[in-house]
């Protein structure tokens, strides 16, 4: 078992800056890859950028530039999210496969126009 907690979510100005954290316990050394996902209202969750053990990431084009994940170590994942858009507004989870998917219970991001 694996918990996942996030933190730093609020409201921003387009064009401004957030830094998600996300901090797991328990298992942790089962997890082979973390990341973080995104839903906004009416849409389905999608992934936003992930990091393996290995430290190789992948980012979803509509982020790439922009944001940055980063991991301290096998219990800490970031999130720096530069020059933000309206269009990032939604609730960020934070997600640990091991193969299994555990999740964070999320933090609202609303970035106003």
């Known amino acids: 078992q694996v918990r996942l907690v996030e933190s730093g979510g609020g409201l921003v100005q387009a064009g401004g800056s957030l830094r998600l954290s996300c901090a797991a316990s328990?298992?942790?050394?089962?997890?082979?890859?973390m990341g973080w996902y995104r839903q906004a209202p009416g849409k389905q969750r999608e992934l936003v950028a992930s990091?393996?053990?290995?430290?190789?990431t992948n980012y979803a084009d509509s982020v790439k530039g922009r944001f940055t994940i980063s991991r301290d170590n096998a219990k800490m994942v970031h999130l720096q999210m530069n020059s933000l858009k309206p269009e990032d507004t939604a609730v960020y989870y934070c997600?640990?496969?091991?193969?299994?998917?555990?999740w964070g219970q999320g933090t609202q991001v609303t970035v106003s126009s």
């Open positions: 997600n640990a496969r091991s193969p299994l998917m555990y």
């Open positions: 328990g298992n942790i050394f089962s997890v082979n890859v």
């Open positions: 990091i393996t053990s290995g430290s190789r």
